[in-house]
């Protein structure tokens, strides 16, 4: 049987992330996958954060879906090695890593506001710190993503 460290280190092999450039198509073609996981993985925390927000959830959950949205937030640093140029991630986020990295940084910071705030169960409080969060998804898509494939 494998060691937990094995697993964790053919894991970390196949994704391609902590080696440094993946080195072959399909290396590529996994990171590409999985950065778009995180993004889907925003897309349902937020929605989770709506959800304890309003009637559907116990407000409680917030915090769960907060505190797991920043967490793919700080992972989001990784998610562009470099040498992983494709699905919708345009050039520039190699050409200009500063400014790819500024993005990072603003929705690492506004989904840490995000758990402060559903921490304080203030539903005001929550309501714009999600819209700080909205606003750095669109930020950073508008000069680092492309458009969809026809
Ligand atoms: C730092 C930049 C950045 C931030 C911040 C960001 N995105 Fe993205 N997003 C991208 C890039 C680049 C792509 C294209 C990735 C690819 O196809 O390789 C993308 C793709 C997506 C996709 C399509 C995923 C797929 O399955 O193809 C969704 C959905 C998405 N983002 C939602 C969000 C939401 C919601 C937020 C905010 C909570 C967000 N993104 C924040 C850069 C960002």
Redesign the pocket.
């Known amino acids: 049987m494998k060691s937990p460290r094995s697993i964790i280190a053919a894991l970390t092999l196949a994704v391609g992330v902590g080696v440094g450039a993946p080195n072959t198509i399909e290396a590529q073609e996994d990171v ?1 996958e999985y ?2 996981s995180l ?2 993985a ?2 349902m925390h ?1 929605g989770g954060v709506g959800a304890a927000m309003g009637d559907a959830a116990p407000m409680g959950h917030a915090v769960h879906h907060a505190q797991a949205f920043h967490g793919m937030a700080q992972a ?1 640093a990784n998610a562009f090695p470099g040498g992983s140029e ?4 345009l050039p520039t ?1 190699w050409s200009d890593s500063d400014g ?1 990295m500024d ?2 940084t603003a ?1 690492q910071t506004a989904t840490a506001s995000l758990v402060e705030a559903a921490e304080s169960g203030d539903a005001e409080a929550v309501g714009a710190a999600m819209q700080a ?1 909205r606003g ?2 669109s930020g ?2 508008q000069t ?2 492309g458009p969809a494939s026809q």
């Not at 494709?86 to 991630?89: D, E, K, P, V």
């Open positions: 590409v950065r778009q993004m889907q925003f897309r937020m989001l494709g699905g919708r991630a986020i790819f993005s990072v929705i969060v750095t998804c950073c898509h680092f993503r």
